[in-house]
């Protein structure tokens, strides 16, 4: 019975969290770039892989747990500046919004031949 309770509780546990993470992060996209954030905390907000704004930065792929306004800092940048790489990088590592229009030949119905 103990075992059960300890299953149970351990399951109930990590249901909560998962929901919670998910409303979370649901509330959370894209949020404005700030210095507080790290890279993977604007990579998870913008769904790009971190990977990509680790390049933006010219930073080694590998995690990197500092905040923003240090790693501008520490790399002699301004905020703005790191700010814009990130905002460029996202921009062109997403799907474009709005999608192209189809071409005009596509628009037009074809004239029926007589």
Do not use: C
């Not at 993470?21 to 790290?38: F, G, K, L, S, V």
């Not at 923003?68 to 905002?87: F, N, V």
């Amino acid at each position: 019975m103990a075992l059960f309770v300890a299953v149970l509780a351990f399951t109930g546990y990590h249901a909560v969290r998962t929901v919670s993470d998910a409303i979370y992060w649901n509330a959370h996209r894209d949020e404005p770039i700030e210095r507080w954030m790290t890279i993977g905390y604007v990579a998870h907000s913008y769904h790009v892989p971190p990977h990509i704004l680790h390049r933006a930065l010219n930073l080694p792929p590998e995690p990197d747990r500092r905040p923003l306004g240090r790693i501008a800092q520490e790399s002699g940048r301004s905020m703005t500046e790191i700010e814009a790489r990130l905002t460029y990088a996202i921009v062109h590592a997403r799907p474009p919004y709005p999608p192209p229009a189809p071409p005009e030949n596509i628009l037009r119905p074809a004239k029926p031949n007589s």
